[in-house]
């Protein structure tokens, strides 16, 4: 069983940055993206962004668009989501997840395995 692993979560102020970190086994799972989604209390899992394994290409989900930015470090078997600009609304626990399909990039009932996923807070 393929389990992602997701470090990199804490604490940060409004307008602060953090790095999360995906392990993930390319070439070992018949995975094409690699997403990072989101749930914070009281709402509904939210797509955050997400990166085609073969040939990098990135997808944001609005809310997040020009603030993030997901890339691949093939050395490591990684990807990495930097995040800027926080704000209050981005605390939540970030899920890194793993899918075999290359165009629905956004949508979470295509990706069939999870990571535990760290938690990131976002103080005003």
């Known amino acids: 069983q393929v389990q992602p692993v997701e470090s990199g979560g804490g604490l940060v102020q409004a307008g602060g940055s953090l790095r999360l970190s995906c392990s993930a086994s390319?070439?070992?799972?018949?995975?094409?993206?690699i997403g990072w989604f989101r749930q914070a209390p009281g709402k509904e899992r939210e797509f955050v962004a997400a990166?085609?394994?073969?040939?990098?290409?990135?997808y944001y989900g609005e809310v997040v668009k020009g603030r993030f930015t997901i890339s691949r470090d093939n050395a490591k078997s990684t990807v990495n989501l930097q995040m800027n600009s926080l704000k209050p609304e981005d605390t939540a626990v970030y899920y890194c997840?793993?899918?075999?399909?290359?165009?629905?990039?956004?949508?979470?009932?295509?990706?069939?395995?999870w990571g535990q996923g760290t938690q990131v807070t976002v103080s005003s």
């Open positions: 997840a793993l899918s075999s399909d290359a165009y629905h990039m956004g949508r979470a009932s295509l990706y069939g395995y």
């Open positions: 390319g070439r070992t799972i018949t995975s094409y993206t």
């Open positions: 990166i085609r394994w073969y040939d990098d290409s990135p």
